[in-house]
């Protein structure tokens, strides 16, 4: 949902599922003497009021607090022309007061308020349900529930909450199969998770008519895959891909009454790490015309043909790209001869529109030149790595590229991180990962424009390379003009960039402090003397100007953030 609200402070609102982006612009007149923005947000199901908080406080104020601890925005307001409540819960309405404060330090004034009231968009839409886990294995937020245990140790209430909704919503899509009137057809690649095992083969004890395709080669996935399925006791019910180069889906097709009528795709593994470690997203679609392409597809997996064969079928059941762009719903399948589909993504991303994309396994040489280009439309990209294999040299060169790159000031990145030493501002130490390939960032998506508009939303399986349009069996979903999933990924995309972003500063400061003379024999605290986040500007000339400089990153990204 989106809404706008106008005063001495326009604010812009816009609510996904548990996130609400808060965007607000003023006259350069008006900002003068501006110390920050104080957020009050007030839940209208029964009024709980509170202030919104942040980590920065006045260092003029003399309290003797870490980063660890938050602080009051109405005492320490934020210094941002766009800030975000990551505590929303789906289905509420909230209302927000934004409070321009001016003054000084320990003693600030208020300025007129801007008042928006905007309701979370809840789990379940008519057409789209968008599921998401919480990406936050490593978080202050995880270190502050289970302090020194890792999630194995904290046990089933850490997994309930890194999991969020994307599991409940996963194993409420497989329930629906409730006797001899439905069936589920799956293929999947990662195929580990018992819980999800036990879902299926209760739908099957059920009545319902169960078939799965697994990865079932003989490499890393396979066996495990074969393990479990084994300890699940439901063999009958799964058919091993060996044919495939990476049999790399994992979609769902519920029927009813032999009627394809939805279908669950996505980047979700059904694996411990995609469940409840790195990022991922469920995307329900409830369309009968959709959900028939994907069994149609499914129905060519099953076969496990080789590769010529299943990429002669492809091309008759989704042949690509699309004579035109204005269907609200597209489907990508792989393998496919050519790379026609992934000339197709590059267009997109090519568009002249702002862009928001996650990349699990880096910046492919191909899309950098859609970031490279310093011309003032916002460009923002999640990384889970800068780069994935090539030899040591063609790695540097690529990081060296995209280093260069995100210098622009249009272009926003944000690298995988976590805070791995308990030294730096209070902040506590961060487990590490529970992946091998992947441990932060695992979504696909793309976003074109999606404050915009006419938004237009990418998402699935594929890791936008060649070969996982050539070689792999994959899907993609091209959603266009749906404002309501393009603001749910949108706050999932701001969540995720924020929490790494700051991580790779630390990181970034981290390796400046170790690598330089004489720190080696310099205890924790020493070291932690060195350097420190920055705290809020005593003076409102160190940050306010920069906010309307023509052409900075903070101009370009309140411009299109708030709509101006």
Not at 29 to 45: H, K, P
Not at 57 to 78: L, N, V, W
Not at 91 to 117: H, K
Not at 262 to 270: K, L, R
Request: glycine share 8%; net charge neutral.
């Amino acid at each position: 949902m989106r809404k706008k609200a106008y005063g001495k402070v326009k604010v812009r609102a816009i609510s996904g599922t548990y996130v609400v982006f808060l965007a607000f612009d003023m006259k350069e007149a008006d900002a003068q003497g501006l110390m920050g923005f104080a957020i009050q947000r007030i839940r209208l199901s029964d009024n709980q009021t509170l202030w919104l908080r942040g980590n920065k406080r006045f260092a003029a104020c003399g309290e003797a607090t870490t980063g660890y601890e938050d602080a009051s925005s109405h005492s320490h307001p934020f210094q941002a022309f766009q800030w975000a409540d990551y505590t929303a819960e789906p289905g509420e309405r909230y209302r927000y007061r934004v409070i321009p404060m001016f003054g000084q330090p320990c003693a600030l004034t208020e300025g007129p308020a801007t008042s928006v009231t905007i309701e979370t968009e809840s789990l379940a839409g008519t057409t789209h349900d968008v599921h998401w886990n919480r990406g936050a294995i490593a978080s202050q937020a995880f270190v502050r529930r289970w302090p020194n245990k890792s999630l194995d140790e904290a046990g089933p209430p850490a997994y309930e909450w890194l999991a969020r909704d994307l599991l409940p919503g996963l194993l409420a899509f497989i329930g629906q199969a409730t006797d001899n009137t439905f069936a589920l057809r799956a293929a999947i690649f990662e195929f580990q998770w018992p819980a999800v095992l036990a879902a299926f083969r209760a739908a099957h004890l059920a009545g319902a008519d169960m078939d799965i395709v697994y990865h079932g080669k003989a490499d890393d996935t396979g066996p495990k895959n074969d393990a479990a399925i084994a300890a699940a006791q439901i063999q009958g019910l799964c058919h091993p891909r060996v044919h495939a180069d990476l049999m790399h889906n994992k979609f769902i097709v519920l029927l009813k009454n032999g009627a394809p009528v939805s279908v669950w795709t996505g980047s979700t593994n059904f694996s411990r790490n995609a469940l409840h470690g790195q990022l991922n997203v469920g995307h329900t679609i409830h369309d009968a015309a959709l959900a028939q392409q994907f069994f149609d597809y499914w129905t060519a997996l099953r076969a496990d043909p080789v590769a010529e064969t299943l990429k002669d079928r492809i091309d008759v059941i989704d042949p690509l790209p699309p004579p035109t762009d204005t269907d609200p719903l597209t489907a990508a399948f792989s393998p496919r001869h050519g790379r026609a589909v992934f000339d197709w993504w590059l267009a997109y991303a090519n568009r002249k529109k702002p862009l928001f994309m996650t990349f699990p396994f880096g910046i492919v040489k191909d899309f950098r030149p859609v970031y490279d280009k310093d011309d003032g439309i916002l460009r923002f990209g999640l990384l889970d790595k800068y780069v994935n294999g090539g030899t040591a040299a063609s790695r540097a060169a690529a990081i060296a590229d995209i280093e260069r790159i995100r210098r622009f000031p249009n272009i926003g990145m944000a690298l995988g991180n976590r805070l791995f030493v308990d030294w730096i501002d209070g902040w506590h130490q961060e487990g590490q990962g529970i992946g091998v390939n992947v441990n932060w960032i695992h979504t696909k998506f793309m976003l074109i424009d999606p404050l915009g508009t006419k938004p237009i939303t990418l998402t699935g399986s594929a890791n936008w390379s060649v070969p996982s349009v050539t070689d792999n069996d994959e899907n993609v979903l091209v959603i266009r003009g749906d404002k309501r999933v393009a603001d749910i990924y949108f706050g999932e995309f701001m969540r995720l960039f924020a929490h790494h972003r700051f991580r790779e500063s630390v990181k970034r400061h981290l390796e400046e402090i170790q690598g330089s003379p004489g720190t080696a024999s310099m205890t924790e605290s020493e070291k932690a003397d060195l350097w420190r986040p920055k705290d809020l500007f005593d003076d409102w000339h160190d940050w306010v100007p920069d906010q309307f400089k023509p052409g900075s990153e903070h101009d370009i990204k309140r411009r299109y953030f708030a709509g101006s």
